[in-house]
């Protein structure tokens, strides 16, 4: 079960709060973004905030053919105060948008249909997940990197899996599972096959994944398993953190090639 509704704005608007705490903090704008080396800090500031008005935009117009984009909207300002209210402002219009849509409104979005659906509640979650990584981005720009709250990183383990993982593309090498465990105790098979890329949740640590359409109980043990806090997976998975900081029981060169994987290719 992924996070409720009204959970998930919470947590845009928790995680909207401490990436605005880095900007505050920080001692220049102009600080060069370690996980992100093509942004400064204020790159990626205008990134969110540009991105979260875009995105309410997109939410307000409902189940329409292509994504919206904020019409009119202010430049993300340069004076430090001016941003902050700028930001707060943007995450505020995106809140909105989903609050008055709820989440089980057609909305349109990039991934398939797959796993994650086109509805409000799917990119409210994936918004969350945005938030969560960048504000991480922020932290380590300013030196004081914090974890991803325990709630918002196990959810965003499956949210990624799902939504930007899963595909009916044809995985291009051998047929792969890689299994990731968070120590927080819940864990996720991802099966790899000419058949796409498929994600089921584990029962528990260790098991093989409970029957599902296309999936069976007594599989091959996984080519990769990978275990970590959760936190430290979600980083993997975004790029943030080398795959070789977590715990690995297996052929690495099964992660390698999934991220170098580009199904649409």
């Not at 605005?20 to 990626?44: K, N």
């Not at 058949?195 to 996984?222: F, N």
Request: net charge negative.
């Amino acid at each position: 079960m992924t996070l409720e509704f009204p959970v998930l704005l919470r947590l845009i608007d928790e995680r909207s709060t401490a990436f605005r705490a880095a900007i505050a903090s920080a001692p220049s704008l102009d600080a060069q973004v370690p996980t992100c080396p093509e942004w400064t800090l204020f790159d990626l500031a205008q990134h969110i905030g540009e991105g979260r008005r875009d995105w309410a935009a997109t939410v307000a117009a409902g189940p329409a053919p292509a994504k919206s984009a904020a019409q009119g909207a202010p430049a993300a300002p340069r004076e430090r105060e001016a941003l902050l209210a700028w930001l707060a402002e943007s995450t505020e219009q995106l809140v909105d948008a989903l609050r008055k849509a709820g989440p089980d409104r057609g909305c349109w979005s990039w991934w398939e249909t797959l796993q994650s659906p086109h509805t409000t509640g799917a990119v409210a979650r994936h918004q969350l997940q945005q938030m969560a990584v960048h504000t991480y981005d922020a932290e380590i720009t300013v030196g004081a990197p914090r974890p991803l709250p325990v709630e918002v990183a196990l959810d965003g383990v499956e949210e990624f899996l799902s939504t930007c993982v899963a595909t009916t593309s044809a995985w291009p090498h051998k047929p792969a599972a890689i299994d990731f465990h968070a120590s927080e105790g819940r864990s996720w098979r991802l099966s790899l096959s000419a058949d796409g890329a498929r994600t089921v949740r584990l029962a528990e640590p260790g098991t093989q994944p409970a029957t599902a359409a296309g999936q069976d109980p007594d599989a091959a043990p996984a080519s990769l398993s990978i275990r970590g806090t959760a936190n430290e997976l979600v980083l993997i998975l975004h790029n943030r953190i080398p795959i070789d900081s977590l715990e690995l029981d297996g052929d690495r060169g099964v992660f390698e090639q999934l991220a170098a994987w580009d199904p649409s290719e």
